[in-house]
Structure formats: C-alpha cells, structure tokens
C-alpha cells in the first residue's frame, strides 16, 4: 500500500504521524511511504532521517495526497487538508467526530473512510491509541495550570504545593481514567491536596493509592459544585469513548470559583465537560470567563511533540501495519475505530 504522512497544519502543532523508524517498519513490509518534507522537523527529525530508512519525501502536502491510499495524520483534517482529501483515501488519525459536526458531513460528501484513533478499541476495550496521548494531556494539565496560577499569569498567586506556613493549593480532578489519572500523579507529587472524581471505584481506589493528600470520591453534583469552588485548579478528563463529553461543571460552578483560578478541560477535544469550555489554540490558549481562567487547547501533546510524536508512533505503528496490508476489516479492534465508511457514518456514538 501506499501510505502518505503530511505535515500537520493546525496552529504550533508540531506532531508527525510516523517518525522514521515506524516508517521503517512500514517499508521493511513492502510499502511505500511518502511524508512531506520537513513534516517531522518540530519533532526533532530531519528529512533525511526519514530517507535513510527507504521513504520518499515530497515537496507538498497536493503531492502527498495524490500518491497516498492511506493517510496518516496526527490531528483531524482542517479545510487546507480537506482539499486534498479523495473518495480512494483511507484516513487514519484522531478525528473526535462528536464535536466536529462539520468536519463529519465533509467527510460523508468526500466519500472516504476514516479510522479514528481515539475510538480504536482493544480486546479489553481499552483505548491504546489514546492512551498516550492521554497521558501527555494530563501531565500536562497541571504543568500548565500551576504556571497560570502565577500572579504574572493574572493568577491568584499561589504555590500550589505550599510551603511551610503557607496552605497548599488545592487541585479538582474530573476523570480518573488515564488522563485524569496522570493529572493526579503530578498534582500529587506538587503536594497539593487532590480530589479525583469518577464513578468507576477501582479508579477511585487507584486514585487514594497515589497519597494521604489525594481524594477519590463519587461524582455527586453538590460535591462536584462544592469542590470546584474552592479549587485552585480543576481539570477535566471527562470521556466516553467517540460521544461528546458532558457537562459536569455547570456556569454556575465556574462563576462561584475564585478570581485568578485556572480551568484546564482536556476533554474539549469532544466539547468539553465544562460548560463554560469553548476551544482555543496554541496561538491564543487562554480566556477569562468571570475572570477564571481557562485553558482548553484542542491539540495539547502538540506543545511537546518530540515526546508526543515518539509515544504515538509506538502506539499506532502495529495498526498502520496492519491497515495496510489490506485485510483489516478483519481486525475487531480496528472495525471499531470506524467513524465514517465510503462516506456514510457508522460508529454508534455519532448517531447520539
């Protein structure tokens, strides 16, 4: 098969769908593989990396698609990358169809098929091409709301692990699954006192285990409402694999939390869980919402995409292979990840 690898084109988005040595693989199979050129340079990989392990570089994203079968991407196609898109082409990349009503029936006109990571599925269905992506968001998550609870930041000024004689910052984590989970390993290891919500008792369990100062308790609306406002930072992690996230955080939540505190929804990609959550970008991440502060970039590993892009490869590289080889409606974990075949949509979440 002929796979193409484009460069990504959402605004800082430094990602690449296939760093060398998963392209690598790919040619050692029997496939061909053309990235465009300097598509892996934010990520730490020149060109010629990639044309040592047998890929062809090519001068333009038109080139990329007119040679390309399988597409594979990084974030879901804007319009620059809907141009080239074609009824032949398989699309392999994150697609959070849920929220991009839009970017569906675009998809459904053009005719193809795409295969989103966020919903592949494996035998325990677990989410392994999410994972790490998950992982980097969560981490994320507190990295950046600690640096925006700075008074430079137009936060309130806090420490948020506290010091002797100063109170530590407190942390609400909506999620417990693996980017809510994440969150919490750092929140926890800041030292700030950490309350995870989630309706599954083993990721309450997992979530006690991480310390004395960390809290897992069941999401009941008045506790929610009661930890928000008085949380210096709250997070949210709130998925339900391939729907549109819900509303767990009210306006009225937000607009009872403190002046200078910091909102980080991770789960804007699949719009929001909380209310008051609109998407932004790298360009301009933050906005103030009765002046809380909130941070709801679409493409957060996109900030550290040499990590990123070597933790995504490792993931997708196995299924890739695997699509390729042109038998893949075989593959159960790979049939779930259908958002849209020959233009029609047929994953379950969409229809809610």
């Not at 392209?23 to 990235?35: K, N, P, T, Y």
């Not at 200078?260 to 919402?289: A, H, K, L, N």
């Not at 196995?318 to 047929?346: H, T």
Request: hydrophobic share 45%; with cysteine; net charge negative.
């Amino acid at each position: 098969m002929r796979v193409g690898v484009p460069r990504e084109l959402k605004p800082l988005e430094g990602r690449v769908g296939l760093i060398p040595a998963a392209c690598a693989e790919l040619v050692r199979q029997g496939h061909e593989v053309f990235v465009e050129q300097s598509a892996g340079v934010k990520s730490g990989y020149a060109d010629q990396q990639f044309e040592t392990v047998g890929v062809t570089m090519l001068d333009s994203a038109a080139a990329v698609y007119e040679r390309a079968e399988m597409v594979v991407k990084v974030k879901e196609p804007i319009d620059a990358d809907l141009e080239h898109l074609r009824e032949r082409h398989l699309l392999f990349c994150y697609l959070h169809l849920a929220a991009l009503p839009e970017l569906t029936s675009r998809l459904c006109d053009i005719g193809l098929t795409a295969v989103a990571f966020e919903t592949v599925e494996d035998d325990k269905g677990r989410l392994p091409l999410l994972a790490p992506m998950s992982d980097i968001a969560g981490r994320l998550s507190i990295q950046v709301g600690t640096h925006l609870l700075h008074q430079p930041q137009g936060g309130k000024g806090i420490l948020l692990g506290g010091i002797p004689a100063a109170k530590r910052g407190k942390v609400v984590i909506l999620g417990g699954g693996v980017a809510g989970g994440n969150a919490a390993i750092v929140a926890a290891g800041l030292g700030a006192e950490v309350t995870v919500f989630d309706m599954d008792r083993e990721k309450l369990f997992a979530a006690r285990q991480l310390g004395a100062n960390v809290t897992g308790i069941y999401p009941h609306t008045e506790d929610v409402a009661e930890a928000v406002r008085t949380a210096d930072i709250v997070v949210g992690a709130v998925l339900i694999t391939g729907e549109r996230a819900p509303h767990v955080v009210t306006a009225e939540m937000v607009r009872a939390m403190q002046a200078g505190s910091v909102i980080v929804d991770i789960s804007v990609d699949q719009g929001g869980c909380v209310e008051t959550t609109r998407p932004t970008t790298y360009d301009d991440p933050t906005y103030r919402w009765e002046d809380v502060i909130h941070f709801t970039v679409t493409n957060m590993p996109g900030a550290v995409p040499r990590t990123a892009s070597q933790a995504l490869s490792a993931a997708i590289a196995p299924y890739a292979a695997r699509l390729a080889k042109g038998d893949w409606r075989d593959d159960e974990r790979l049939v779930k990840g259908i958002n849209v075949a020959d233009g029609k949509i047929v994953h379950p979440a969409l229809f809610k």
